[in-house]
Nanobody, 123 residues
């Protein structure tokens, strides 16, 4: 059973940077594909970025060039470096995991989720 815990959220100003972290329990992290999704108030959960077990990555168009996803298989961590933040990036950010597979942008393909971390970007 994999357990995920996000951290690193906070309140920042437009143009600032934040790095979110997601810690995964278990000894098979290197076999997990990981995804970052977010939910803004009144909106559906949306894809942000994903990194496959093979380290292939995928990004939503809205964050390409600003956000970078990476993983550390020794520390069982996945990171989301967020630069040039905008007010529309305000949301609760969640990490999800799935065994194997690719860097999927589909919420339904991730059976395990963390509790989320709030990111608020002021203008």
């Amino acid at each position: 059973q994999v357990h995920l815990a996000e951290s690193g959220g906070g309140l920042v100003q437009a143009g600032d940077s934040l790095r979110l972290s997601c810690t995964a329990s278990g000894r098979t992290f290197n076999m997990l594909s990981m995804g970052w999704f977010r939910r803004a108030p009144g909106k559906e959960r949306e894809f942000v970025a994903a990194i496959a077990w093979s380290s292939t990555t995928a990004y939503a168009d809205s964050v390409k060039g600003r956000f970078t996803i990476s993983r550390d298989n020794v520390k069982n961590m996945v990171y989301l470096q967020m630069n040039s933040l905008k007010p529309e990036d305000t949301a609760v950010y969640y990490c999800g995991s799935r065994y194997g597979g690719d860097a999927s942008s589909s919420y339904y393909e991730y059976p395990t989720w963390g509790q989320g971390t709030q990111v608020t970007v002021s203008s």
